[in-house]
């Protein structure tokens, strides 16, 4: 009997020390960590200070409303170790004029973003989300607009929770978690997947993060988008004022959506995201089986 549990306490210790070895589990863990995080971001109160957008815009659709609220973090709210100038960005895309499951593809298969789909983008590369990385994804962006003094770069993991049943956000329901977030600082890699070089003459974004909750909308064939955003930038506060950040954010998001939705929602059929959809059941089923959201926004 003695031999026997020893045997199996062998056993129990080497599955133990395989699975705290399993690259698969870390990942997972690490994941989880970020989900909550970002979950607690998008609870993350709203209130008046700062500045605020609140636009209508019939080019993208009678339905399209766009509200975000910008301000600077104060006190408690900065990190201590992050660059001088921190942004907590609130919004919320009112009927995005394209479902959710073409909302999910176009952030998932990166691979196929398009510069021209971004105002001021001029260089975008992409890797796509799948299983075997538990669809995360790596975006890297490079921005120069002539409303800001800086030219920015970024690159962005972007990962997906589904939240069926209830959903996350209960007076929402059901809904897609994408969370986008950066490597720590001068990383050449994040859990596998190679961080690009900068690029000269470019400040990239550090450290933060963006919880985006995705929704269908009660408007078919639409999508509701809350956010929530930890933005830092590594150049002083006092050179990018909230009025600057205001009107940038405006011109970007607008004619951002309205790119999009000329260059890929209007013309679903013909790109090839619509092909990926069928490589990639387990992911994008779940996404097209949502309900419509509560809020008849």
Known sequence: ASSTTKSFANVIESLTQKLHNDPALAKLEALHSRMEAAAALLRLPSDDRGVSIDVKEPRISDLFRLEVKIRFAEGSERDKHGPSTQLILHGIVHNLPASLLVVIAENCEADLFQKQWLKDCTSVEGKPGRPARLYTTLVHYLLSSNMLPVKIEDVLLREFAICAGEGLLPDRGQGVLVVEHRAYNDSKEFEGMPIPAKRKGYIRLK????????????????????????????????????????????????????????????????????????????FYKLVEEMVAEKLNA
């Open 207 to 282: 450290g933060g993060m963006t919880a985006f909750y995705k929704t269908p909308s009660a408007h078919q064939g639409c999508t509701n988008v809350y956010a929530v955003s930890r933005v830092n930038l590594p150049v002083p506060q006092a050179i990018l004022p909230l009025g600057m950040l205001k009107r940038f954010a405006a011109d970007l998001i607008i004619n951002s959506i309205r790119l999009l939705k000329s260059g890929l929602y209007d013309q679903w059929d013909a790109v090839s995201h619509q092909e990926r959809v069928p490589m990639m059941p387990d």
